[in-house]
């Protein structure tokens, strides 16, 4: 049982059946182009969709590498995304973190090129907040 955000009311416990959990990892493996090359980055809390389902158990299913970190923070996750040597190619986060790592000053969208998939979600998102072609789809 994983807990709603509560953004449209109180939060509630939602069941997770193996079932969901291995639908809702193929569907998102088949979108990011996952698969045993993929090192995903994980900022999300564990105790979330996103976070488990999305960050972690996504790539683990298709025999992918998950470092997970023990939090977002902005600046480091910068470099953790950029540095070639953790071979990063995958982010999964909500909206806000994004836009956090964009407002970076000196944040350069060519130091995040490497990046197969960078997907946000849990709130609007601005057609373009990355340079070198990071879009995101229209609603």
Not at 24 to 46: E, G, I, K, R, T
Not at 106 to 131: E, N, Q, S, V, Y
Request: glycine share 10%; net charge positive.
């Amino acid at each position: 049982m994983l807990y709603s955000s509560g953004t449209t009311g109180k939060s509630k416990g939602a069941i997770i059946t193996l079932l969901n959990a291995f639908a809702s990892s193929l569907n998102l493996s088949l979108d990011m182009q996952c698969n045993a090359d993929s090192v995903f980055l994980c900022d999300m809390p564990l105790f979330h969709t996103a976070g488990l389902l999305g960050a972690a158990r996504t790539p683990l299913s298709v025999g992918g590498t998950v470092l997970i970190s023990q939090k977002f923070d902005a600046p480091v996750t910068y470099e953790r995304l950029s540095d070639s040597s953790r071979g990063v190619t995958h982010y999964f986060c909500v909206t806000q973190m994004a836009m956090a790592l964009r407002q970076l000053p000196g944040f350069d969208g060519h130091r995040l090129a490497r990046l197969t998939a960078l997907i946000t979600g849990g709130a609007p998102t601005r057609k373009r907040i990355f340079a070198v072609g990071w879009t995101t789809a229209s609603p």
